[in-house]
């Protein structure tokens, strides 16, 4: 499901949707993908339909673009530990191809396992047939895009291979054989009926009776007789409100009676199996043993919210394993623990009645800390690796099975076998957690980077020598593949597009002006900020030098009158930024009565006065390197500033065909002579005309 657009990627525009862990949710989050994919524009190029150019370009630049944008939204929806295969593809076709390479082989092994795992499923109650429905859908669908697509390729390499008449036997492959009986509405009806509990024999009869009864015409006649949970929970909610206990609570247990489902604690129980209220362990050890009168919904509620989680807990150390009585297997979150790793598709049935996927199965190593200090080595063969579990289960059913016998009280567990001990557990946080040598309670590098504001885990090196306090297992070892999605997201730039659509058709026709400054040292004629005036169509460019900011529009409509006698052209267009100068009424007025169009950027988005502010960064720049390299007093600023507006507009620009703004405002060639260093005696001659400039004006 696709969540809203959070803050980091709200800028950029990449929608967000529910990550990809492996491949118990590969095929979901693949048609959520290809539906976002599509709606960003970009899902022609990651399934390769669009191909890159092979002239450079702005076709091949734009077709670059778009490939990232689609890489970044698959970087930005996948699990961390998925990010390394994704981020070394050189573009967005290939990451994807590793995904469904990696979650998707297009293998006869992977068929058959779909085709048994279609054939062996079964609802184990007729309350859960919503549930099932919408899981023997996924499974369908699977089938039918496998087929399609193995299909389609198929023909049309035998088509094209292929000089004779008669297609060869060769061509007839599973797939194709498969692809009527996938895409038969009928046969899905079928295939679905043999899953149904034998509890709907007498529905399933019914059904049958028609020749041409299909699956869709099978799920609503399901759905008529048993609804969804949600709807079944607000009917039991409203009749619980509206009678009686004695009532209320003969009807909850009448209605129980089938599927066992406790009306106090909600569990189904082992493998659906469930029990009844009146058998209900859990109230009895939370009554002290007595029989209790039927609570409200409500009561219930807050009871299950309490004992159903009580492992999620943060308070948890790392790599701690929880010894559960009701774990049928061992199962972990982390990965690393496991060796001999073989990829799985199974699912778990948890306490609250929902199902996690584990997508490995390997071998464990617990280093076990004794009561004398010493360490036991515990392997645990057939452990689950379960990436949404959040925390190591160590199952005392299999233990048990191995032969090992416990003794315990409420200050612990001892666990022995073959008569020696082999690990001891403490209480933690209600539950009960392998007593593990010291290196295992420290924290992780995860938890280091978060307490220390995000610190970078190359920086984890120097804390030793300048931080008190370090846990006692040290500097947590840095993975190779450490990501933290936190900083991914802060890191993200806003980009602003272009958003101009016409250009000046003439010069002067449309300006862009911008104030630089202030600067740290004054001119000799006591001037601390520049503006700049840049014409659109010629990117001719003049600057004048001001004292301070409110002498801007006078300034401005200086070289708005300069041009139009020069040039004999009328300037229609001034864009600014929301500067207080020129968004005064007095300024906006002046501009009116002239005829002249004030278009203002974005406030606070300096991206959408651009060109302005481009110009700007370019001429400091090059005006410092000039300082620099004639090592000339920074009070001459101001010249080094007309010396680069002078250059710039004599050298040839990218977007003027080779032309230079010079010649494209004045229809001239360049003089030889106007090529100069930035020397001693050229700017002598400036500082005596600006010293005769500010003696006549003063």
Same mark, same amino acid.
């Given at each position: ?542 600057? !004048? *030098?001001? &004292? #301070? ?5 006078? @300034? /401005?409509?200086?070289?708005? +009158? =300069? ?50 502010? !481009? *110009?700007? &960064? #370019? ?5 410092? @390197? /000039?300082?620099?390299?004639? +090592? =000339? ?66």
């Amino acid at each position: 499901m696709a969540e809203t657009t959070t803050t980091g990627t709200k800028s950029i525009g990449i929608p967000q949707i529910d990550k990809l862990r492996g491949t118990a949710n590969f095929h979901t989050w693949r048609s959520m993908s290809i539906t976002f994919l599509d709606i960003m524009g970009v899902w022609d190029i990651v399934s390769g339909k669009t191909t890159k150019p092979a002239d450079p370009g702005s076709s091949q630049t734009t077709w670059m673009q778009s490939s990232q944008r689609a890489k970044g939204f698959l970087l930005l929806n996948v699990d961390k530990g998925l990010m390394p295969l994704i981020s070394s593809a050189a573009d967005a076709k290939t990451a994807w191809n590793r995904l469904e390479e990696k979650f998707d082989r297009k293998t006869t092994t992977t068929l058959h396992s779909l085709m048994k795992t279609i054939l062996t499923l079964r609802c184990s109650n007729k309350r859960e047939i919503a549930s099932h429905i919408e899981q023997f859908d996924e499974l369908w669908d699977r089938l039918l895009q496998r087929t399609s697509e193995t299909s389609s390729a198929t023909t049309s390499t035998s088509s094209s291979s292929s000089t004779s008449t008669s297609r060869s036997s060769s061509t007839e492959t599973l797939e194709t054989l498969l692809l009527p009986l996938a895409s038969s509405p009928i046969a899905k009806g079928a295939f679905f009926i043999t899953s149904l509990p034998t509890s709907l024999d007498n529905v399933i009869d019914n059904l049958t009776t028609k020749d041409t009864v299909t699956y869709t015409d099978i799920c609503n006649k399901l759905l008529d007789l048993y609804p969804t949970a949600s709807q079944a929970s607000a009917d039991n909610a409203a009749f619980f409100s509206a009678s009686n206990k004695k009532d209320s609570r003969k009807v909850r247990n009448d209605q129980n009676k089938d599927g066992k489902l406790c009306g106090y604690c909600k569990s189904k129980g082992f493998k659906g199996i469930g029990h009844l209220e009146s058998e209900c362990r859990t109230k009895k050890r939370e009554r002290g043993g007595t029989a209790a009168t039927a609570h409200g919904p409500n009561t219930e509620l807050k009871t299950y919210q309490r004992y159903a989680f009580p492992t999620t807990d943060s308070r948890f150390p790392p790599g701690a394993w929880i010894l559960d009585s009701g774990a049928s297997v061992h199962m972990t979150d982390n990965l690393s623990e496991l060796e001999d790793v073989r990829p799985i598709d199974s699912s778990v049935t948890i306490g609250n009645g929902d199902e996690v996927h584990a997508t490995a199965i390997g071998t464990a190593t617990i280093n076990a800390q004794l009561t004398d200090g010493s360490l036991n080595q515990i392997t645990l063969c057939d452990t689950l690796y379960i990436p949404e579990l959040q925390f190591s289960l160590l199952s005392w059913r299999k233990m048990a099975e191995a032969g090992a016998e416990k003794v315990g009280d409420v200050r612990g567990t001892k666990i022995y076998k073959n008569g020696n001990l082999a690990l001891e557990t403490v209480p933690h946080g209600g539950l009960e957690i392998v007593r593990a040598k010291k290196e295992t309670a420290a924290i992780t590098a995860m938890q280091l980077h978060r307490q220390l504001a995000h610190l970078p885990p190359s920086a984890f090196s120097t804390l030793k020598g300048s931080m008190d306090g370090i846990p006692e297992g040290g500097i947590p070892k840095v993975e190779t593949d450490f990501s933290c999605d936190a900083c991914l997201k802060a890191k993200f730039i806003r980009t602003i597009p272009k958003v101009r659509t016409t250009k000046a058709l003439s010069i002067f026709e449309t300006v862009h002006t911008d104030i630089c400054g202030p600067f740290s040292h004054e001119t000799p004629t006591r001037s601390r900020y520049f503006i700049s005036f840049i014409d659109e169509f010629s990117h001719y460019s003049l600057v !004048r *030098f001001i &004292r #301070t900011r409110d002498e801007a529009p006078k @300034a /401005l409509m200086e070289m708005v +009158q =300069l041009v139009e006698r020069q040039y004999d052209v009328k300037v229609k267009k001034i864009q600014c930024d929301n500067a207080g100068e020129f968004s005064s009424t007095k300024f906006k007025e002046q501009l009116r009565s002239l005829g002249i169009h004030q278009i203002f950027s974005i406030a606070y988005i300096h991206e959408t006065n651009g060109t302005a502010e !481009r *110009f700007n &960064r #370019t001429i400091c720049g090059t005006a410092r @390197a /000039l300082l620099y390299d004639s +090592q =000339l007093p920074w009070t001459l600023w101001a010249e080094a500033v007309s010396h680069a507006t002078f250059t710039k507009n004599h050298i040839p620009h990218a977007s003027l065909d080779g032309a230079t703004p010079f010649t494209i405002t004045v229809r001239t060639r360049i003089e030889e002579k106007c090529a100069r260093t930035l020397e001693l005696p050229l700017l002598v001659r400036r500082l005596v005309y600006s010293f005769c400039f500010v003696s006549t004006v003063g």
